[in-house]
């Protein structure tokens, strides 16, 4: 219900006070601790209840509650419990707190009122003053439809979610704050594909959970606001033993547009979509104790800015494509891995192998040994400003590795049997530039000579020595200077020409090199 349905003026005055409550309106009455709102219309509440506020309403009725510096306390079940009735808003004025009791112990049951906050049907927060709600027993704020922040302070403090709207939640505007021994911010319809979603258009929204952050069962979609979460503990805690810690998590899709500004330290991965992520605006930090950007299918960069600073791997799924923005990923393990399904059938039976697998996961293949078979996955950078810093290979695909575009570097691993580029079918390079280092114990370069020139040099740097690389009459094609040392270079920049000679040199040492030989 927007703003502009109703007015404050209209409002029908309710004292609170004790156990009870008094007012004018036959639509509000008080009985053995609990106030209830029977009839649609607007009310003002004030004082303080040692009690609930019950909204039975009628099956078209649309309610609205003014609270004004009101203080509820229940000490058995839900403080506001709205169970029939068609909208409610709560517009806050002044300072306000709502916090729940004990709950029976079915309560937490879906169809039960499980929530300091509790309605069972559309439920709208808004005004300009600030409402604290502190759930001891379950979750904070929960709408069992459509649960939507327009605007005002809400400060959530949960033992389970913090907010949660069944069929959607959606912030436009307002501040945010969670605490929450569950998740943060929650969507879980599973029976209506086009609800279960999660959309942050506006405000801010600032977010510590001991379970995911965002969890939406359909699509997480950012496109304003700001937006700060730490589950988990954070990256520093590590991937937890169980549960999930994750910072976004979505079902089907994570979208993100415009410009919000989101960051995310988790000990879980950062960002993860059971399908697809597409990251189309925004500037975007995810620290992770795992995968900071993780789509069982597919992951598209096309404009967001995008920084890992810290990861087991930075980016992975299995068909990536980055073809616009800015992206810094750092990584302990692969900094991009094209690992994962390629199509829709597959990621969900992926996903249904995955939550039905009660096997301890298997441990990592020492220094990137495993199979060679290419299985499909696709990783394409055709534009973009790409840069990895990884202890395991920089770029790895399954299947095939394309650059057609952009700005990528490479900082590889400085030993073991890792390298800057890893792909298990065709490697090519068409366009763009690349300049990558790495150990040389097991350098691989493309697979083809068609197109762009590239030449792989086995030159020894230190940390901080500058790489350049220069044509046969001495211009300088390009340069940059690793943080880490290296006994590789490969380069590839528009002009180049396989079949020519190369001259590439890091600190004081040069050699010259064929473009289109060396490697594998």
Avoid: C
């Avoid at 605007?151 to 929450?180: C, M, Y």
Wanted: no cysteine.
């Amino acid at each position: 219900m927007e703003d502009s349905d109703w007015s404050a003026s209209d409002a029908v005055d309710v004292a609170l006070s004790g156990t009870g409550a008094t007012s004018s309106s036959d639509g509000g009455s008080s009985a053995d601790g609990t106030v209830t709102i029977s009839k649609a219309g607007v009310y003002r509440l004030t004082g303080s209840l040692s009690g609930r506020i019950a909204v039975a309403a009628g099956d078209g009725d649309r309610v609205v509650l003014i609270l004004d510096n009101a203080a509820i306390a229940s000490s058995s079940g839900a403080a506001i419990e709205a169970t029939t009735g068609d909208d409610l808003v709560l517009s806050l004025v002044g300072s306000s707190t709502v916090t729940d009791g004990s709950y029976a112990a079915d309560a937490a049951a879906d169809a039960e009122a499980n929530a300091a906050v509790y309605a069972d049907m559309d439920l709208t927060i808004t005004g300009s003053g600030s409402l604290s709600v502190t759930s001891g027993a379950s979750d904070a704020i929960t709408s069992k439809d459509d649960l939507y922040v327009a605007s005002g302070t809400i400060t959530a403090t949960a033992s389970d979610d913090g907010l949660r709207g069944k069929d959607s939640l959606t912030i436009a505007g307002g501040e945010v704050a969670v605490a929450s021994g569950g998740d943060a911010l929650k969507s879980d319809q599973d029976s209506d594909e086009t609800k279960g979603y999660v959309a942050i258009t506006g405000g801010s929204v600032r977010a510590v959970a001991d379970g995911d952050g965002i969890a939406a069962e359909t699509d997480a979609i950012i496109t304003g606001g700001s937006v700060d979460i730490t589950t988990g503990g954070g990256a520093a805690a590590g991937e937890p033993a169980s549960g999930s810690a994750k910072g976004i998590k979505a079902g089907t899709y994570v979208l993100t547009g415009g410009s919000p500004t989101v960051t995310v330290d988790s000990g879980d991965d950062a960002i993860h979509s059971d399908g697809a992520l597409r990251l189309s605006g925004g500037t975007i930090t995810a620290s992770s104790g795992d995968d900071g950007a993780h789509a069982e299918v597919a992951a598209v960069l096309d404009g967001a800015d995008l920084t890992v600073p810290r990861s087991t791997e930075a980016l992975e799924g299995g068909l990536i494509t980055v073809s616009a923005g800015k992206v810094d990923l750092t990584s302990t393990d692969d900094g991009v891995n094209a690992s994962g399904s390629t199509t829709v059938e597959a990621g969900l039976a992926a996903k249904e192998e995955s939550d039905s697998s009660t096997a301890s996961p298997q441990p990592a293949s020492p220094d990137g040994a495993g199979t060679m078979e290419d299985t499909g996955e696709q990783l394409t950078i055709t534009g973009g400003v790409l840069t990895v810093n990884a202890d395991g290979d920089g770029l790895d695909s399954n299947g095939s590795l394309t650059i057609s575009g952009g700005t990528v570097t490479v900082y590889g691993p400085s030993s073991g049997a890792n390298s800057a580029l890893d792909s298990n079918g065709a490697m090519t390079i068409t366009g763009g530039t690349l300049m990558a280092v790495s150990t040389n114990e097991m350098v691989e370069t493309p697979t083809s000579t068609d197109g762009q020139g590239w030449v792989s040099a086995e030159v020894t740097g230190a940390a901080g020595d500058a790489v350049t690389v220069a044509d046969s009459s001495g211009t300088i094609l390009g340069s940059f200077t690793p943080p880490k040392a290296f006994r590789n270079v490969i380069f590839s920049a528009p002009g180049m020409a396989n079949g020519s000679t190369y001259t590439v040199t890091a600190g004081s040492s040069s050699v010259e090199a064929t473009a289109g030989q060396g490697g594998v």
